[in-house]
């Protein structure tokens, strides 16, 4: 019998996952779900009907003070919305 071991970075993700939310997308109303790089170290969030994307993003500090993830990061682009 195999076990599938998950790592304290999986469970992390997933929590992180849970607590963002994520806008409807902007061009078609579609929803936007995280995509992930090969390595995994950066993420973006892209449309599931229009493939609309942000660009990839990884880990950094914003204003320099508090490190954020690349899901953070990712989903302040994607939920950034012009001023009507």
Known sequence: MSRHVVTFEQ???RKV???IDLLP???CG???NFAYSHT???ARVKCADCSAQ???RGAGSVDR???SSPEQR???LWNRRAQA
């Open 30 to 32: 579609g929803a936007a």
């Open 25 to 27: 997308c902007p061009f």
């Open 54 to 56: 942000t660009p990839f």
């Open 65 to 67: 003070r508090e490190l």
């Open 74 to 76: 990712a989903s302040e």
């Open 40 to 42: 995994d170290n950066f």
């Open 17 to 19: 996952r849970r607590e």
């Open 11 to 13: 469970v992390t993700r």
